[in-house]
């Protein structure tokens, strides 16, 4: 599957506590905001994949001090990705949704592959399949699953899942995964054609590797730290490098950015998101496709209707 230059713009959903502007959205609250952007005219909706958020343990974990503005911190809980973005899925009509992006431990890999075809069939054919190897160490504790090795793990399930959705029947016997004569059986709508995008840092040789050899699209999220074209550069450049270490043609893979946007004077917390009048803020993110990145998706402060409305007007400036 070859990378694709149209651009697109896509949105994340609240789904997680005091994600609505210090309000808890409640399904109805993301179907409504669901529909409102698809009727905006955002090309993507997006959800995470997070259980329990809790940044002061992940810190005791490191053996680092916690940080005060994290010290007595309750965590954060969130709606569970699948089941969120299988409801996105019957209340839309156009726009592409996924997981930004989905741990593969969490999930045994070929039940993975089969919720996405699943899904994939209730949109008809919208799904990107957003994968990763996890970042919490607290939150895997917590809810049983393994943390270790979790990189050579992903490597198994990616072989797996790439393997069922790609091919007719898959066996396969590694350290952590196995399947026999394994099939997904009905297939959806785009058998063996949902997109593999690897949420990964080019930095990081071994997830290079593997975005190089499995992904369609690589993201690079940006949304908690320095949204910038200075800070993409060396991404980007490290990315393009792996895929030339491996035998792979740069120009074949996607490119995907999620940056943070702040409207209504609001802003994101120990972060540098892109901020501005709404002429302001689509001429930064013009900047970001000239540098390559075809898909951008868009953490929004406020994650509100109204701040969806005001991102409506940056939406309608860069579809002209």
């Not at 002061?56 to 007595?72: D, F, I, M, T, W």
């Not at 930095?203 to 290079?208: D, G, Q, V």
Request: net charge negative; charged share 25%.
């Amino acid at each position: 599957m070859s990378a694709s230059n149209e651009r697109k713009l896509g949105l994340l959903l609240p789904q997680w506590e005091r994600g609505m502007d210090r309000e808890t959205p409640g399904w109805a609250d993301i179907r409504d905001m669901a529909i409102q952007a698809e009727q905006m005219g955002a090309d993507s909706l997006w959800a995470v994949d997070h259980f329990l958020i809790d940044r002061a343990a992940n810190y005791r974990q490191r053996g680092e001090p916690v940080p005060e503005k994290l010290q007595g911190r309750p965590p954060l809980g969130a709606w569970e990705c699948w089941s969120l973005l299988s409801a996105v899925a019957a209340v839309t009509k156009k726009v592409e949704i996924g997981p930004l992006v989905a741990c593969t431990g969490y999930r045994n890999p070929a039940l993975q592959a089969k919720i996405a075809e699943t899904i994939d069939e209730i949109s008809g054919g919208r799904l990107i399949l957003g994968l990763g190897a996890g970042d919490f160490q607290s939150e895997h504790q917590a809810f049983g699953f393994e943390w270790e090795k979790r990189i050579t793990r992903f490597e198994e399930a990616l072989q797996i899942i790439r393997g069922l959705l790609r091919e007719e029947t898959v066996t396969f016997q590694g350290d952590w995964y196995l399947t026999e004569d394994c099939t997904i059986r009905p297939r959806g709508p785009r058998p063996g054609g949902i997109p593999f995008m690897i949420g990964s840092s080019a930095a990081r040789p071994r997830m290079a590797r593997l975005t190089a050899t499995y992904a369609d699209i690589w993201n690079c999220w940006l949304a908690f730290g320095n949204s910038s074209p200075e800070e993409t550069k060396p991404r980007l450049e490290a990315v393009d490098a792996a895929c030339e270490k491996h035998g792979r043609d740069p120009a074949t893979l996607g490119r995907s950015l999620t940056i943070g946007v702040g409207m209504l004077d609001r802003t994101i917390p120990g972060a540098s998101p892109v901020t501005g009048e709404p002429g302001e803020v689509a001429e930064k993110i013009n900047e970001f496709y000239e540098q390559g990145f075809s898909h951008i998706q868009v953490y929004l402060a406020p994650m509100t209707r109204e701040g969806f409305e005001e991102f409506g007007k940056v939406v309608d400036i860069l579809k002209r």
